[in-house]
C-alpha cells in the first residue's frame, strides 16, 4: 500500500490542479480504448448474434469485455420489458444511444457533441478548398475552449502528452544513474513553420498530410487498429492477446519519437515539432487565463523552471503563446507566488523576486570614543 | 571508449538499422491498386481525399462493420495496398462485409453519412427514393463465364441478397441475373452472398469510373508518388 501511495506521489506530488489533469489525462487515455469497443458492441448488437459471442467467448478476456460493456449499458438504460421471465435487451435504444459515443481525439463525438481538432479542420477546409457548415459545427467547442482557456488540450488530454510526461521520468531515472541524457535544444519556430509547410501542401496537392504524424490522430487509428485486432483474434479462433498484429509504422513514428526525447532532447517533439501544439498556441495568444507571478512572494528558487514541460521561464515572467496553462509550475511554486489570474496580456518582466527574508546588514560597529589618560591631557596642556 | 561514447554510438547505429529496415520493408510490397468502395455519399474521388480528415467515425458508427480504414493489413486479404494519400480512408471490401444500407436500425440517416464530421460523406436519408438519388458506391457486373445459373446450374442467391430486387438486379429465366444501372447503388450484397470463388458478381467501383487521370495537382503528386513507390 505504502509502494503505491509512493508511486502515486511520484505521479502526482501535491494536490490541487495536477488531480484534476491527471484524472482528465487518464479519462482520455480511458476513451480512447472505450470507444472502440462500444463500436464492436454496438456492431455485435446490430447484426451479429451478441448473445452466442458473449458466451461463445465466456472464458477469453474479449468476452468478458464485451459482458461488462452490456451491463453496464443495461444498468444505465431505460426499464427493459421482460420476454419469458426475463429482461430482454432494448435494442432499440441501446443503437440508439451508442450513436452518439464514437471517434478518437482526433475527432469525436460524445454524447452527441461533436468535437474536431482545429487541426484537421484548417487542413479539410485548406485541402479540399471549401468550407462545409459540418465542420464548424465540431470546432465550435474546442474552438471555445482553445480561446479562452489556452493550449489546454496539449497539457489535459493528448494522449501524446500524457505519454511524453512518462517518458520525462525516464530522463529522472537516467540522471540517477548518472547517464545524464543530452538535451539538445532548438529553434522553436519550427513547429511553427512545419504547420505552415504541412498547410500549404494540403492547399497545393489536395491530400491533407499533417494528420499522418500528428499523434492524436495516430493515437486514435492505431488504438481503434489494436482493438480491431484484438476483437479479430477471438474471432478467427486464435488463442491469447496479440497486440503486435496492430503495430505499424505509424507506432513505430511514436516510438521513435519517445526514445529520442528520452535520450536526445528533453520533450522534442511538443516544444519544437509538433504542428498541432503551434496550432492550438496561435488561437491561445489571447487567451483570458494566464500564469502571474507574486514579485512579493517569489524567492527565485528556479523550481517553476525546472518542472515547466514546456521549457519556459515563469520566474522571470516569460511565458508567451507557449504556455499551456498545466498547472505544473503553480503546483511545485513552494512560496505560492504563481497563480492563475484572468488577463488578456503577459505580464511586463517585474525582476528577481522579493520574496526572500530580507537579511539586515552587519551592524557597522560605532568607533568608541578614545580614552585620553589624565597624564597626557596634563602633558598636552 | 569512455561508457557515454559507446552509449552513443550504439544508439546511432541501432537507430540507422531501424531506419534502414523500414525503407527496406516498405520499398519491397508495395502492390498495385485494385478495387474498393467508398462508403455511401462519398464525394467524388480527389474531393473524397482532400476532405477525409482519416478519423474512422463512420467506421465505428457502421453497425454491420463493412466500413474498414484502409491500411496495409487490411487491404492483404484482396492483394491490396493503400495508394499515395490513400492510407487511413474509409473503405469496403463488399466481399468480406457488405453495406446493408442501415436497414433495420434506428436513425434517420445513414449511420456513416450522420458521423462524418467533415462533409466528405454527405448526410443521406435513408428512405427509398434518396438511398436511389444519392448513393452510387458502384455498379453491379455480371461475369457470365463464372456465374452458375448462365452455365447450366440454378443459383439465384444475389437476387435474394439485393436490397432492390426485381429492379436493380433481375432474376430471369433459370435463375440468371441481370443488372439494371438506374437502380444499382453498389451496396456489394451481391458480391457478399455469391457463392462462386472468385465472385461471379462484383461490384465496378464509381471512384474507378470518375477518377481523373490528371489535370489537377493532386492527380500529379499521385502520379509522382506511384511512380517512386
Keep these: 500500500m505504502s509502494a503505491l501511495r509512493k508511486a502515486w506521489t511520484a505521479l502526482c506530488p501535491k494536490p490541487g490542479w495536477q488531480w484534476a489533469r491527471r484524472g482528465v489525462q487518464a479519462a482520455a487515455i480511458a476513451l480512447l480504448f472505450l470507444l472502440p469497443v462500444l463500436a464492436r458492441y454496438n456492431n455485435y448488437l446490430a447484426s451479429r448474434e451478441l448473445d452466442g459471442v458473449m458466451e461463445r467467448w465466456q472464458d ?7 459482458a461488462a460493456t452490456d451491463q453496464a449499458l443495461r444498468a444505465t438504460g431505460s426499464e427493459e420489458q421482460v420476454f419469458e421471465g426475463n429482461p430482454r435487451r432494448n435494442r432499440e435504444e441501446l443503437q440508439e444511444r451508442l450513436a452518439r459515443y464514437r471517434g478518437s481525439v482526433w475527432s469525436v463525438e460524445i454524447a452527441g457533441v461533436s468535437m474536431t481538432d482545429p487541426l484537421a479542420v484548417a487542413e479539410s477546409a485548406s485541402a479540399s ?11 465550435l467547442l474546442p474552438l471555445g475552449i482553445t480561446l479562452i482557456l ?4 496539449c497539457s489535459w488530454v493528448c494522449p501524446m502528452n500524457t505519454l511524453l510526461e512518462l517518458t520525462d521520468k525516464l530522463r529522472g531515472v537516467l540522471k540517477f544513474l548518472e547517464l545524464p541524457p543530452h538535451n539538445l535544444r532548438f529553434w522553436r519556430g519550427n513547429k511553427f513553420l512545419l504547420l505552415g509547410m504541412g498547410i500549404l501542401a494540403a492547399l497545393l496537392f489536395s491530400v491533407p498530410l499533417l494528420g499522418y504524424f500528428y499523434p492524436p490522430a495516430i493515437f486514435g487509428r492505431e488504438i481503434h487498429n489494436w482493438v480491431n485486432v484484438f476483437f479479430d483474434r477471438a474471432e478467427a479462433g486464435a488463442p491469447g492477446i496479440s497486440w503486435l498484429g496492430g503495430l505499424s509504422i505509424a507506432s513505430g513514428f511514436v516510438l521513435g519519437v519517445m526514445v529520442l526525447e528520452v535520450f536526445v532532447s528533453e520533450r522534442l517533439w511538443c516544444r519544437y515539432l509538433c504542428p498541432g501544439g503551434a496550432l492550438y498556441c496561435l488561437l491561445g495568444k489571447f487567451r483570458t487565463v494566464r500564469v502571474r507571478r507574486d514579485v512579493a512572494k517569489c524567492t527565485d528558487c528556479a523550481d517553476c523552471i525546472t518542472v515547466c514541460g514546456m521549457g519556459l521561464n515563469p520566474m522571470r515572467d516569460v511565458t508567451g503563446i507557449e504556455c499551456d496553462n498545466c498547472a ?3 503546483t511545485y511554486c513552494e512560496p505560492r507566488a504563481l497563480s492563475f489570474r484572468f488577463d488578456l496580456f503577459d505580464p511586463r518582466p517585474q525582476g528577481p523576486g522579493q520574496g526572500l527574508p530580507k537579511v539586515p546588514a552587519a551592524p557597522v560597529p560605532e568607533p568608541k570614543a578614545v580614552e585620553v589618560p589624565e597624564r597626557a591631557k596634563a602633558v598636552a596642556s | 571508449m569512455k561508457r557515454r561514447e559507446f552509449l552513443r554510438n550504439a544508439l546511432t547505429l541501432g537507430a540507422s538499422c531501424a531506419a534502414g529496415g523500414a525503407l527496406m520493408g516498405r520499398a519491397g510490397s508495395h502492390v498495385a491498386a485494385g478495387t474498393f468502395l467508398r462508403p455511401p455519399g462519398a464525394l467524388n474521388e480527389d474531393d ?5 480528415i482519416r478519423c474512422g467515425r463512420c467506421g465505428d458508427a457502421c453497425p454491420n462493420r463493412c466500413i474498414t480504414t484502409f491500411t496495409r493489413d487490411v487491404g492483404k486479404d484482396f492483394s491490396l495496398a493503400p495508394g499515395p494519400g490513400e492510407e487511413g480512408t474509409p473503405v469496403i471490401f463488399p466481399r468480406r462485409q457488405a453495406c446493408m444500407l442501415c436497414q433495420g436500425v434506428p436513425g434517420e440517416y ?3 453519412t450522420d458521423a462524418c464530421p467533415t462533409g466528405a460523406l454527405q448526410k443521406i436519408s435513408k428512405e427509398y427514393e434518396s438511398l436511389q438519388k444519392h448513393v452510387e458506391m458502384g455498379i453491379a457486373e455480371v461475369d457470365h463465364q ?4 448462365y452455365n447450366g446450374a440454378t443459383c439465384g442467391v444475389c437476387g435474394r441478397a439485393c436490397p432492390f430486387p426485381g429492379k436493380a438486379l433481375k432474376i430471369g429465366l433459370y435463375e440468371r441475373p441481370t443488372v439494371n444501372p438506374d437502380y444499382c447503388i453498389g451496396c456489394g450484397l451481391c458480391e457478399r452472398s455469391c457463392i462462386k470463388y472468385p465472385q461471379a458478381i462484383r461490384i465496378v467501383p464509381r471512384h474507378k469510373q470518375f477518377e481523373s487521370q490528371g489535370g489537377t495537382l493532386a492527380g500529379l503528386l499521385k502520379t509522382l508518388l506511384s511512380g517512386t513507390a
Design chain 2, 146 to 149: 463464372i456465374c452458375h445459373s
Design chain 1, 60 to 66: 477469453r478476456s474479449q468476452g468478458q469485455i464485451l
Design chain 1, 150 to 153: 489556452g493550449r489546454v488540450f
Design chain 1, 129 to 139: 478548398k471549401q468550407l462545409r457548415w459540418v465542420l464548424f459545427v465540431g470546432l
Design chain 2, 110 to 112: 445513414l449511420r456513416c
Design chain 2, 48 to 52: 473524397f481525399l482532400s476532405t477525409c
Design chain 1, 328 to 330: 505544473l509550475c503553480i
